[in-house]
């Protein structure tokens, strides 16, 4: 499955649209991950531990979103558009929201 943040695939006429897919993941940072990001905001440096936790989030979601689109009947989703959030009390879970538009090309 084709997958692009542009609205069209360059050389690829859309046959047909099949509508709105989306894919949600809501994943908690834990305790030590926190520990650990409050060290390196510190010192200095990049968190690759919640880099880590970031990435698994979004390739989630747009594995989910891909399935849904494929459920569709389509075989590209367009028009992506990836959202990254806080959530919860203390800001400890992170929410990272796909959507786009399900297309036959």
Do not use: C, H, W
């Not at 060290?39 to 531990?49: A, E, M, N």
């Not at 989910?64 to 075989?75: I, K, T, V, Y």
């Amino acid at each position: 499955m084709v997958l692009s943040t542009t609205p069209t695939i360059e050389g690829q006429p859309i046959k047909a649209y099949k509508g709105v897919v989306t894919g949600e993941t809501i994943i908690g940072a834990n305790f030590m991950k926190d520990f650990l990001a409050g060290i390196r905001d510190f010192i200095g440096g990049r968190s690759g531990s919640y880099e880590k936790v970031l990435e698994e989030a979004r390739e989630t979601s747009l594995a989910e979103m891909q399935e849904r689109a494929s459920q569709m009947g389509a075989n590209a989703v367009v028009g992506i558009d990836i959202d990254y959030e806080t959530i919860g009390e203390s800001g400890s879970m992170l929410m990272v929201a796909v959507s786009g538009t399900a297309v036959v090309i």
